[in-house]
């Protein structure tokens, strides 16, 4: 058994072998996750105690950027089915 390094057997990161898509998704759950919220994408997050306001909004400005991604390529995924968004 001999060992080989990743880039010997020509192996990448997972972070490395994710679509756009799956890139997009990754983002909003840390992004979610980062202000302790569980829920899916489009469920309601309730703002931290302890945590200033502005700090909070600024946040969920990011959150609903890389949610809107996501929104966009479940569209353009339906689209690419046939069903009607």
């Known amino acids: 058994m001999t060992f080989a390094s990743r880039k010997a057997h020509r192996l990448g990161y997972r972070s ?4 756009p898509q799956d890139r997009a998704l990754s ?11 569980d829920g899916g994408i489009g469920d309601p997050i309730v703002k931290p105690k302890g945590m200033r306001w502005a700090t909070f909004d600024r946040e969920m400005d990011r959150i609903c950027d890389a949610e809107a991604i996501c929104d966009a390529n479940l569209a353009a995924f ?8």
């Open 16 to 19: 490395q072998r994710e679509t």
């Open 27 to 37: 983002r909003a759950f840390k992004l979610r996750h980062r202000l302790g919220a």
């Open 78 to 85: 339906a689209r690419k089915l046939g069903l009607h968004v």
